[in-house]
């Protein structure tokens, strides 16, 4: 099973930026699609953005022209750039793996980690 462990979050204003990172254990890595996730307090975890393995990417429309997702296959870690953060982006962020770019959202294979905070406030 892959195991993943993010890191990179913080306290960041209005409009700042951070780069999220995910490392992943085995040496399989390069042939699964990566994905970023988020839960709000009292929200459901939702995807935000994922990357197949041949590097095609998607985005949830409210993270559109802010984040980019990229991955380095050498490191075996996935990375998230945030710019012009808004206080709705707060929540905690993690990562996981699928066969495909489109099961991202239906069915991961790792083990939910235990993310990385970010919060967004003046």
């Known amino acids: 099973q892959v195991q993943l462990v993010e890191s990179g979050g913080g306290l960041v204003q209005p409009g700042g930026s951070l780069r999220l990172s995910c490392a992943a254990s085995g040496s399989i890595f390069s042939i699964y699609a990566m994905g970023w996730y988020r839960q709000a307090p009292g929200k459901q975890r939702e995807l935000v953005a994922g990357i197949s393995s041949g590097g095609s990417t998607n985005y949830a429309d409210s993270v559109k022209g802010r984040f980019t997702i990229s991955r380095d296959n050498a490191k075996n870690t996935v990375y998230l750039q945030m710019n012009s953060l808004k206080p709705e982006d707060t929540a905690i962020y993690y990562c996981?793996?699928?066969?495909?770019?489109?099961?991202?959202?239906?069915?991961?294979?790792?083990?939910w980690g235990q993310g990385t905070q970010v919060t967004v406030s003046s």
């Open positions: 996981n793996s699928a066969v495909g770019l489109g099961l991202l959202s239906r069915k991961v294979l790792g083990s």
